[in-house]
């Protein structure tokens, strides 16, 4: 076997394996702007918002590194769970699998004011 047909092998197995990847995949549906269900955009929508607001935090010196990657870790939890419970329905999200992601959202988003305003 040649060289460049390994090369070939190991990129397509590579790229498999990022897109077997939920997270992965919620995130590069969210980059393409691929329109999807609307419960899922709510949730892609306000990840994104409450990362943005920790970066914000930790620009402006209110959250500590140890803070943000807590909060990060906790947002990739989430996005996991969203990942995970599309897989189960085809891209949508159940009103209970919203309900308790925003639930865990909205938790997640007070830490974040209750750090940022001390």
């Not at 190991?10 to 590069?28: E, R, T």
């Not at 990362?51 to 620009?59: S, T």
Request: aromatic fraction near 0%; glycine fraction near 6%; hydrophobic fraction near 30%.
């Amino acid at each position: 076997m040649s060289s460049s047909n390994t090369r070939i092998r190991l990129i397509a197995i590579a790229v498999g394996a990022l897109l077997s990847c939920p997270a992965a995949y919620a995130q590069q549906q969210q980059q393409q702007n691929i329109p999807g269900h609307p419960r899922v955009n709510e949730v892609d929508h306000r990840l994104a918002n409450q990362e943005k607001r920790i970066d914000q935090g930790v620009a402006d010196g209110r959250i500590s590194g140890k803070q943000a990657a807590r909060d990060l870790r906790q947002d990739d939890n989430i996005a996991q769970r969203e990942a995970r419970d599309e897989a189960e329905h085809h891209g949508h999200l159940t009103k209970r699998e919203d309900r308790n992601l925003n639930k865990s959202l909205n938790h997640d988003s007070r830490r974040i004011r209750r750090q940022r305003h001390k």
